[in-house]
């Protein structure tokens, strides 16, 4: 636990609390509505969630393909029957998916028009969660031999420095992410000032709290940690992108409440009906 927090402090913390010393106090006058942050808390806890899963199926259905393996999908985790080495291997599906989805919402989110808002800023939640979820994996992969891509690594035996070498390459991913990301930060004249750090801090938290529900019943702190790691990380990248790139276009159309409410309520249904007890493949 001691080497997690103190690589959260490192790769989330720190690259925040730098970001807030280049940000200036405030640029321009306008002010996020409660609307507004209330769409992205939204979109932000169901890109979390869909991005979750994209991870299980990631992990599931390449171990379905595997002779002597019989996986379970469920809403918070996934489990398998039987055995097969190459399952530690497997592991590290569910990472490469979710780069894969926030490199695809990444590209999406700068074809999306200004004219569709609602759908441009779910793209970037999608985009944050993808990258984020992954490339943090990866740094803590290097560190923390437990996690999924900590036990491919072990299956590929990959030594103490080589694992050691990967996180910097992950550091630089996430930079990189965060960037790219504040290219596409929907809100545009309010988004590269300390305001813009405030809401999203305020974003990722309430999102925390419409995220758990999607988690229950699992051990309390496995219910925030993963979310809370992954927002933290973010956090820091992203505030950093908007300190070093440039604003971004400016989101004007009103966004909608309902249809992302009625989304995160129906994948909510999903995870507790269909996927609580377990899916089997």
């Known amino acids: ?42 979109l932000c806890a169901l890109a979390f969630s869909l991005t979750f899963f ?41 990472a490469l998916a979710t780069l894969l989805g926030g490199l695809i919402f990444l590209w999406l989110a700068g074809r999306v028009g200004a004219a569709r808002p609602t759908w441009r800023l779910f793209a970037f939640w999608m985009a944050f969660q993808g990258l984020f979820q992954s490339l943090s994996q990866w740094a803590v992969g290097s560190l923390i031999a437990g996690n999924d891509v900590g036990r491919a690594m072990t299956y590929l035996g990959l030594g103490s420095l080589a694992r050691l070498a990967i996180l910097p390459l992950a550091v630089i991913g996430l930079f990189a992410a965060g960037r790219a990301l ?24 309430l999102a925390i709290l419409l995220i758990i529900p999607f988690r229950v019943p699992r051990e309390p702190v496995e219910v925030v940690l993963i979310p809370l790691v992954v927002h ?50």
Not at 4 to 22: D, E, H, N, Q
């Open 182 to 205: 504040a290219r596409r930060y929907p809100f545009g004249d309010d988004g590269h000032d300390r305001r813009a750090a405030t809401a999203l801090l305020a974003t990722l938290a």
């Open 54 to 94: 994209i991870q299980e199926v990631g992990l599931v259905i390449p171990k379905a393909l595997v002779p002597g393996l019989d996986p379970i999908l469920y809403h918070n985790d996934h489990d398998w029957r039987g055995d097969a080495p190459v399952a530690e291997l497997l592991q590290g599906g569910g």
């Open 232 to 281: 933290i990380i973010g956090l820091g990248w992203l505030t950093l992108g908007l300190a070093t790139t440039p604003r971004a276009n400016k989101t004007v159309a009103p966004l909608q409440l309902a249809a992302p409410a009625t989304a995160l309520a129906a994948l909510l249904a999903f995870f507790q009906i269909v996927l609580r007890p377990g899916v089997a493949f």
């Open 1 to 42: 636990m001691e080497i997690l927090l103190g690589l959260i402090v490192t790769i989330g913390v720190l690259p925040f609390a730098i970001a807030m010393l280049r940000l200036p106090a405030r640029v321009g006058a306008e002010r996020r509505d409660i609307r507004s942050l209330a769409a992205s808390t939204l």
